[in-house]
């Protein structure tokens, strides 16, 4: 049945009769072929009253407004001598007999041309109207009402308009809504529940839907009793009966009773139907009944039994109206259905949380589980449920929950570990007084202290300070314990445990001394307004104890000056134990590291000539310098096993940058500004004299240390000068901060040089909350071939270099392309920054300055400020503004380089892409994160936020760097590749492009923008984007329409990409953009792009086109985009798998492609590759057919299958031509794929096409049986190579050769034409097509086939033959594909 489609039909096309009636009629004609010439008084009266009848063709018309009608017709009607109700009334039952004119008369009636004071060009449909006069009112109800049994369903009973079926009761009763008056409303009830018991099942769900619009609310009791019997009668009817109920004012006895009803109905419901009964049983409850409602509920809501019983039932759709394939639907209708109500209900979450206590195991093992998931939204979910178990739940039931999370601890498994501190710490923060109680179960996990990280040894002596010391009533209990294990720690001469110690000390004191003024200390009251001096005398002595812990250790020192720079930065601590530390701790910075310029240069050099070098301030200001290399000289000189221990961390330079970081944070805190040590930023450093780099070589090795020494030393000190002043406003600062980033990258430059001569060196540590000892990875040039492949399979995966291997024709495709930009980004930053040291001196190492990160102090988030600085004035920085000279200051593209490359590595750490790397929860050490200490301490909104922020600073350095290649093209007329191309310069400009463009990829596809909360981040990140293109009105776009103006904007950098992988990473971020709506046609855009970069010969450094493995994975993504994107897939691939192939066999061993420059014959197996499985995934996504479809749809499918087969067929017998191992292994592995997509998505469809498309479907056959014969060839080519690569792959492939000739045959049997249906052995041949002969041999021992006549040769012969010209007998022939023996394999 169609229920009110016929309405809006109808009301549209009386608009347009209306519209064209006057051009139809002849002036002053008043009659119509169609008008209802019946004699009866009703009829009469009607015409008189103003309204023209219709036999039931056309439209019924009123000649004026209907309520003009209605008067008229009561006029009529008290003006009739007699009875004349009752023979109005038998004339309008005599009037609907004909069911024409019934449907007619309960649709809307046509206002007539000629009358201008009507309320609309149609009226209310003539019943409706009628009703509108009370005197008839009564009776016509009845009359309606008593046709309504007459419409059983049947064939005869149906109504046809244009072809649909109508549904008359539906519009009857719906005459019966929402009328003015009602006469006489009992009786209208009366019937109309009479009505429900004599009617069809359908009839009685339109009747009892209409009942709440159509009775009064004094008839609802009676109503509801009517329908709960109902109910009860017939459960079909439940779901209807429930809706009006909903709509029905209930008394509270009656609603317990169909509440009781529907509760024990829930047993044997359907599952469709089960939406609709649990909302009606949660918003029928009140606080009273809420908890027995919803215990019931529960026990008798069970999906797993409902969905099995729906599987067996019947397909037809049920009477909720929702599909019953659908289960997985139905169930997340019925999930939102009970979170509406406990959202809107509070009774009814209040009495679901007192359910679930009795599932308390349940929800104990639920979220063991889902704590253990790799995938992250998974295990955030499970980490959600023991928060909130715990918050809900009693003591008791808390302390199973704590006990569990202290068992995930001991698990020993990574990320469980981090979950279940992360769940502690959290109940710790914000609910403190809750968690209290269970600090000794919590103290347990420092048994597990060896196998924690420092960052997790970190969370668990918080979570153990701050039940210890911030609520003294509960954790009294701990507090010496603590002090006994951390003196312990701190004692012991191991590196490892003194570390544990230094943190664990280092947590007490933030707790104890915790400022006022944090976040903790305002959700926990406990924490004291001002510390006593109890407190603060603890406070001091344990500082003391750490400190003269680890006085003989300069790593622990550090980590100790470390970790209070971190709580001071975070103003953790009162200003008391901050003026302690600042007096204590820093005072011997100055003692240890700075002398006097005016005492002369120290003469401990250790006969290395040194220079005071670096120096920034004036003369008048240049008093003090930094003491670096004799310090460096100094500790080398004691490195015996004895001095080593006995020497003091004060005075060892690798304490340099922590102890200043320190005293940074200090001054900060105390004086809000760093003028009290500003000399530092430019005060000078005394090391080695620059004429000693040129003749490093022939040094010592001991003298190479030292030297390498200082100079990471002195890179570590500038960058925490630029960490402590980058965020100064004034210009001499900037200046002064720009010109330290410059002598970094040069102090860089150099430390290259001068590690490739000593490649084995050990830098000094920078960063000390270390797991465990560091070494850097240098892949090294210096081993024959097969020793580096030997290492290269022994060792570990480097972090450094990887250096390219030659491909050929029949290399494998390349590595995964995750680790593209890493690779990419290292190799071409030690091109850039030291060009012999990759272009190869065989006698010395190729490194890269990435395998020495971990010996790098860490860039703070602020330090990236300084990429909004512009052109400062030299001018500016002098105190005398007379000063004659006036030069520019500004960042270099090597600083805007070692900055992108600093930032881009923070952003793929903090930021996490939704397609990221899962949680690992095997016991394998993780890979190792260093650097990132700082960083950590900010959550992954707050750093999106801050970088959001940057973001208009990297688009005005994306813009400069496309700015100069763009002038560069435009220099060498328009020449992509001209002269000064691969110049320094645009080598280093290119190494920032694509920085700036994977910077903008981790902003924009990291997986908190998919979350509402941080949709307005999204937008203003979007915004500024827009803002370089549209400077107003951003601000009121739609998200779609701000992605679509950022993906115009992105795309503009296209043309002047100066290389593949700048071109991957521009590819990256529009697709990233892309997947920020919905809108699927934005994905259209990267298509042109994507085949322009494939159309560009991209040319190396050297001038000479690109090839090797990581230009093949670039060339991958490319390729995929252009097919993946392409409106039609299979008409992206078929050019190239034709034209593009063809064009390269035309050209010589050095050729590419005309069409597609980018395929030679080192890059074919990568298209090869890309084709095949873009041509499987096209194959997958070809739609299904339903019986319903049109034939035209039938005809479409079967042209995409077609095609496919086409395209399969030229790529199967490419491999002919290109016959490399990767090239035969592409196709083995992806001619199954094919051949199973074929027979799982495609045979169902020639299944049902063969006796109208017969010819079509043999000519697609025929076409597959010549690929599947190539790929038997194949199988048997596989085995004369003996490659066991290859032919592990043959048997799964023979099977699938042969379940599809078993298919054909099922097919034609079902279509009677097994005759024509013939099958025998397949000779094994080469891909030349010459005969295997161990297997002729073979064959002929055994006398031949089983018929005992021989094989015809392979032109007369093939696996699969089909006539496409349609012979006499119609044979198809089809041979099976056999093993090596000639024996078949069972196929079934």
């Not at 944070?665 to 000693?692: F, N, S, W």
């Not at 430059?749 to 000094?764: A, G, M, R, V």
């Not at 010969?1097 to 086109?1105: S, T």
């Amino acid at each position: 049945m169609v229920l009110d489609k016929s309405s809006s039909n109808v009301k549209r096309k009386l608009a347009d009769q209306s519209k064209g009636q006057p051009a139809k009629r002849k002036k002053g004609s008043s009659s119509d072929d169609d008008d209802y010439s019946g004699s009866t008084f009703f009829s009469e009266a009607c015409k008189r009253a103003g309204l023209q009848l219709k036999n039931g063709s056309k439209y019924n018309r009123l000649a004026m407004d209907q309520a003009v009608f209605q008067k008229n017709l009561l006029k009529e009607l008290r003006g009739k001598s007699g009875n004349g109700v009752e023979q109005f009334v038998e004339g309008f039952q005599e009037y609907i007999e004909e069911p024409k004119r019934l449907h007619r008369s309960l649709l809307p009636t046509v206002t007539s041309p000629d009358c201008d004071s009507a309320r609309g060009g149609f009226q209310e449909s003539v019943v409706k109207i009628l009703m509108g006069v009370d005197v008839i009112q009564p009776p016509l109800m009845t009359v309606l009402l008593e046709k309504l049994p007459e419409f059983t369903g049947e064939e005869d009973c149906v109504i046809l308009e244009q072809g649909q079926k109508v549904n008359i009761p539906h519009l009857l009763l719906s005459q019966f809504q929402w009328l003015d008056h009602v006469v006489n409303s009992k009786e209208v009830t009366e019937k109309l529940l009479e009505m429900v018991s004599i009617t069809c099942e359908d009839v009685q769900r339109e009747i009892i839907s209409c009942l709440p619009d159509i009775v009064q609310d004094s008839e609802h009791t009676q109503v509801a009793i009517a329908l709960r019997d109902l109910m009860n009668e017939n459960q079909q009817l439940t779901v209807t009966v429930l809706d009006a109920m909903s709509n029905l004012i209930l008394t509270p006895g009656l609603l317990s009773e169909v509440r009781d009803s529907v509760l024990q109905s829930l047993v044997s419901v359907e599952l469709e139907d089960l939406p609709v009964l649990i909302k009606f049983l949660l918003q029928s409850v009140t606080g009273v009944d809420a908890l027995q409602v919803i215990t019931e509920l529960r026990a008798n809501l069970e999906f797993d039994t409902s969905t099995a019983k729906k599987g067996s039932g019947s397909k037809k759709k049920g009477s909720s109206g929702v599909d019953p394939t659908s289960s997985e639907d139905v169930e997340s209708i019925i999930l939102e259905t009970v979170k509406s109500a406990v959202r809107f209900q509070r009774h009814v979450g209040d009495a679901l949380i007192k359910v679930l206590k009795g599932y308390f195991q349940s929800l104990l093992s639920l979220s063991e589980v889902l704590l253990r998931s790799p995938e992250l939204p998974v295990s955030y979910f499970g980490s959600a449920l023991y928060k909130q178990t715990f918050l809900a739940f009693d003591a008791y039931h808390q302390q199973e929950i704590v006990g569990n999370l202290v068992a995930h601890i001991g698990s020993g498994l990574e990320g469980e570990i981090d979950a279940s501190l992360d769940i502690l710490a959290y109940l710790v923060n914000h609910h403190l007084q809750q968690m209290a109680p269970f600090a000794i179960l919590v103290k347990s996990v420092l048994d597990y202290l060896d196998n924690l990280s420092v960052c997790q040894i970190r969370k668990l002596y918080f979570m153990l300070s701050a039940l210890a010391f911030k609520n003294p009533q509960e954790g009294g209990l701990i507090q010496d314990d603590l002090h006994i294990v951390i003196r312990k720690q701190l004692s012991n001469n191991n590196p490892k445990y003194k570390r544990m110690g230094v943190i664990g000390a280092v947590m007490i004191v933030s707790c104890i001394a915790q400022s006022s003024n944090t976040e903790e200390s305002t959700e926990n009251s406990c924490t004291q307004e001002e510390l006593s001096d109890d407190l603060y005398k603890q406070v001091t002595s344990l500082l003391t104890l750490v400190r003269s812990s680890s006085s003989k250790s300069p790593e622990a020192f550090s980590l100790f000056m470390d970790e209070l720079s971190t709580i001071i930065a975070q103003g953790k601590l009162q200003s008391k134990v901050e003026d302690w530390i600042s007096e204590n701790l820093t005072l011997d910075f100055q003692e240890s590291f700075v002398v006097d310029i005016v005492d002369g240069v120290p003469d401990e050099s250790g006969n290395i000539p040194l220079s005071s070098q670096h120096g920034l301030n004036d003369e008048s200001e240049a008093e003090i310098a930094i003491n670096l290399l004799p310090l460096v000289v100094q500790k080398h000189n004691c490195r015996t096993a004895l001095t080593a221990y006995t020497e003091s961390a004060v005075t060892d330079p690798l304490c340099l940058s922590p102890s200043v970081r320190l005293l940074r944070m200090c001054e900060e805190r105390q004086h809000g500004t760093l003028e009290g040590i500003d000399a530092l930023l430019g005060c000078p450093v005394y090391l080695t004299k620059e004429d000693v780099y040129e003749k490093f070589e022939p040094l010592s090795q001991r003298e190479k240390e030292i030297i390498i020494s200082s100079l990471f030393y002195c890179i570590n000190w500038f960058i925490e000068m630029v960490n402590g002043f980058s965020i100064q406003s004034d210009a001499e600062t900037k200046a002064k901060v720009i010109t330290r980033l410059q002598n970094i990258t040069q102090l860089q430059k150099i430390l290259l040089t001068c590690l490739s001569e000593t490649p084995n060196f050990k830098p000094p540590l920078a960063n000390f909350d270390l797991d465990e000892a560091v070494s850097p990875s240098v892949s090294t040039g210096t081993t024959g071939k097969g020793e580096t492949k030997k290492k290269a399979r022994k060792g570990r995966k480097t972090v450094g270099k990887k250096v390219d291997k030659p491909t050929s024709d029949s290399d494998e495709n390349s590595r995964d392309s995750s680790q593209l930009n890493n690779t990419t980004l290292n190799n071409t930053q030690a091109a850039t920054q030291n060009p012999e040291a990759v272009e190869g001196k065989d006698s010395k190492a190729a490194v890269s300055l990435s395998a020495y990160k971990p010996f790098f102090r860490e860039l703070d988030i602020s330090v990236f400020t300084i990429l909004n600085t512009g052109s400062i004035r030299q001018s500016m920085l002098d105190s005398d503004m007379n000063t004659k000279g006036v030069t520019e200051l500004s960042l270099e593209m090597a600083q805007v380089n070692f900055l992108m490359e600093d930032l881009c590595r923070k952003l793929e750490h903090s930021l996490l892409a939704s397609a990221s790397k899962r949680k690992t929860f095997f016991k394998v050490k993780a890979e190792k994160k260093i650097g990132f200490s700082n960083l950590d301490q900010l959550t992954p909104f707050q750093v999106a936020t801050k970088v959001v922020k940057l973001l208009p600073a990297l688009c005005n350095h994306l813009e400069g760097a496309s700015g100069f290649f763009q002038t560069l093209i435009a220099d060498n007329d328009g020449m992509l590749d001209g002269p000064g191309s691969h110049s320094p310069e645009a080598q280093m400009s290119a190494v920032c492009f694509q920085q700036l463009l994977q910077a903008l990829l981790s902003i924009f596809s990291w997986n908190g923008f998919q979350m509402v909360e941080n949709r307005d981040l999204l937008k203003e990140a979007l915004g500024v984007l827009v803002q370089r293109i549209k400077t107003s009105g951003h601000s009121q776009m739609s998200l779609k329409d701000l992605v679509k103006t950022a993906i115009k904007y992105i795309s503009n950098f296209a043309n002047t990409v100066p290389d593949i992988s700048t071109a991957v990473a521009l590819l990256k971020v529009l697709t990233t953009l892309c997947e920020k709506t919905e809108d699927r046609q934005l994905t259209k855009t990267l298509v042109p792009i994507s085949e322009e970069f494939l159309k560009r010969e991209w040319l190396g450094h050297d001038g000479q086109r690109e090839k090797g493995s990581k230009f093949n994975e670039h060339l991958h993504i490319i390729i995929k985009s252009f097919i993946v994107n392409s409106e039609d897939p299979l008409t992206a691939i078929e050019p190239i798998a034709t034209k593009a192939v063809q064009e390269l066999l035309e050209t010589d061993k050095n050729g590419c492609s005309a069409t597609f420059p980018t395929m030679s014959r080192s890059s074919y197996t990568v298209y090869y590759r890309v084709l095949f499985s873009e041509l499987i995934e096209a194959a997958k996504n070809i739609p299904p057919v339903k019986q319903s479809d049109l034939l035209d749809t039938w005809m479409d499918r079967l042209l995409r299958w077609s095609v496919a087969v086409r395209i399969f067929h030229i790529l199967v017998n490419l491999v002919k031509t290109f016959d490399g191992r990767g090239n035969l292994g592409t196709c083995i592995k992806y001619g199954r794929f094919f051949v199973e997509v074929f027979l799982r998505l495609g045979m169902p469809l020639l299944d049902h096409m063969f006796k109208s498309r017969r010819q079509d479907i043999l000519g697609l056959l025929k076409n597959l049986q010549l690929s599947t014969r190539a790929l038997h060839h194949l199988c048997g080519h596989s085995k004369i190579m003996k490659d066991l690569a290859l032919t592990n792959n043959v048997p799964m492939l023979k099977r699938s050769l042969e379940v599809f000739v078993f298919r054909v045959k099922a097919m034609l049997t079902v279509n009677k034409c097994l005759e024509a249906f013939w099958m025998g052995n397949l000779k094994n041949r080469d891909l030349k097509g010459e005969e295997i002969l161990s297997q002729s041999s073979v064959i002929s021992e055994q006398g031949g086939d089983s018929d005992g006549e021989t094989l015809p040769d392979e032109d007369d012969l093939s696996d699969v033959e089909l006539d496409n010209e349609g012979s006499d007998n119609n044979e198809v022939e089809e041979n099976d594909i056999t093993d090596p023996e000639g024996s078949y394999s069972q196929a079934y």
